[in-house]
Antibody
Framework: QLQLQESGPGLVKPSETLSLTCTVS??????????WGWIRQPPGKGLEWIGS???????YYNPSLKSRVTISVDTSKNHFSLRLSSVTASDTALYYC?????????????????WGQGTLVTVSS | QSVLTQPPSVSAAPGQKVTISCSGS????????VSWYQQLPGTAPKLLIY???TRPSGIPDRFSGSKSGTSATLGITGLQTGDEADYYC???????????FGGGTKLTVL
């Protein structure tokens, strides 16, 4: 059974960089049919897609966050990571990692087939 | 404001049926599959429907999905109190190359 687990600091200071890792177990991150992504949810609000990456390193990003976001993948460790720079209080959210189905490799047929449990990141001094 | 439009809330009595709509455009719902998610309080979203109308293994057939043009619909029959949750639609936008989510719909089972 595929499982995703987020890890990283739960508290980040304003203007610093948020870093999270999603470790995949029960399956390979090098799957040719899947992208791996980050989605966040501010307290009491809806879902916001941050970005997604293929095992080869091809990535798509939310244009509203693109200037601050880097998503990377480490196939040897079967994990992928998120870095969000220059954070502010508005970046406080539950951060989820998820797997998307992409048979074409250029678009997503199914989004969020598997999700991690989420990790709360608070931006505060 | 989300590109995919969902009603903020819907409600119905136990045993009844409810539908939740998700409206988009030709570049997203109109040309891609739609997924639906259930988010129970305090938990991660769970995939309910993929390929616009297909239930993953383990999802009861009380849940159904459909798509027509630039809109998609989630249907839930035989409502139970345990169905009270937030429901989201999601899809790919082929023009923007982005993942889109609806704003979410809170289901109340009266």
């Amino acid at each position: 059974q595929l499982q995703l687990q987020e890890s990283g600091p739960g508290l980040v200071k304003p203007s610093e960089t948020l870093s999270l890792t999603c470790t995949v177990s029960g399956g390979s991150i090098s799957s040719s049919s899947h992208y791996w992504g980050w989605i966040r949810q501010p307290p009491g609000k809806g879902l916001e897609w941050i970005g997604s990456i293929y095992y080869s390193g091809t990535a798509y990003y939310n244009p509203s966050l693109k200037s601050r976001v880097t998503i990377s993948v480490d196939t040897s460790k079967n994990h992928f990571s998120l870095r969000l720079s220059s954070v502010t209080a508005s970046d406080t959210a539950l951060y989820y990692c998820a797997r998307h189905y992409s048979p074409s490799g250029t678009s997503f047929r199914s989004i969020g087939g598997y999700w991690g449990q989420g990790t709360l990141v608070t931006v505060s001094s | 404001q989300s590109v995919l439009t969902q009603p903020p809330s819907v409600s119905a009595a136990p045993g009844q049926k409810v539908t939740i709509s998700c409206s988009g455009s030709s570049s997203n719902i109109g040309s891609n599959y739609v997924s639906w998610y259930q988010q129970l309080p305090g938990t991660a979203p769970k995939l309910l429907i993929y390929d616009s109308d297909t239930r993953p293994s383990g999802i009861p057939d009380r849940f159904s999905g459909s798509k027509s043009g630039t809109s998609a619909t989630l249907g839930i029959t035989g409502l139970q109190t345990g169905d009270e949750a937030d429901y989201y639609c999601g899809t790919w936008d082929s023009s923007l190359n982005v993942v889109l989510f609806g704003g979410g719909t809170k289901l109340t089972v009266l």
